[in-house]
């Protein structure tokens, strides 16, 4: 019934823990970027903004990164836990600033000139190797998974100088 109502249980329990621990912060940004009072969440029928658990929720999920909440969470975030949150795929919905994305910009820029001079200061004999760009949210990296057909197909192509495998033809253009 609850799931009609307003924020199911993982919802309600994640805004709960956000607002015991960081409440001043939570209610000082509330007011701040949606102009909402964090006292309607114990008013009949959630005040005049209408503030269930699950709208809070889902304004806490939307504050900008350099809110005072997201920024006390990430302050009370250990060394592993960074760490960790550095490993995963930046997933679902991570909004940046058009700073955040400029910035991110200026760095894959920056790693490709050092590497094309590291390049240039060395024999030159290989491409340069160039730095994979600064992964941005919600963009899943794509990686070609080579079955066993295409590792028998190179294997073939290598020990034949290129030759084509019986039953296979070239694809022409029209």
Known sequence: MDAHRGAGPKRRS????ILNKYAAEVEGDLAHY???DLRDLWRPRGGTSRLTWRRLGVLIDWLPTDSATKTAIRDGLTDDEIADLA???PVGYGRWSRGDLRTAA??????RQTALMIWLASDRKSKPKMPEP?????IRQKRAVLTAEGREYL???RDNRGALPPGYAMMRAN
């Open 14 to 17: 994640r805004s709960r823990w």
């Open 34 to 36: 949606f102009q909402t």
């Open 87 to 89: 490993g995963r795929d």
């Open 106 to 111: 200026v760095e894959d820029a920056v790693e």
């Open 134 to 138: 600064v992964r941005r949210p919600g």
């Open 155 to 157: 294997q073939y192509l």
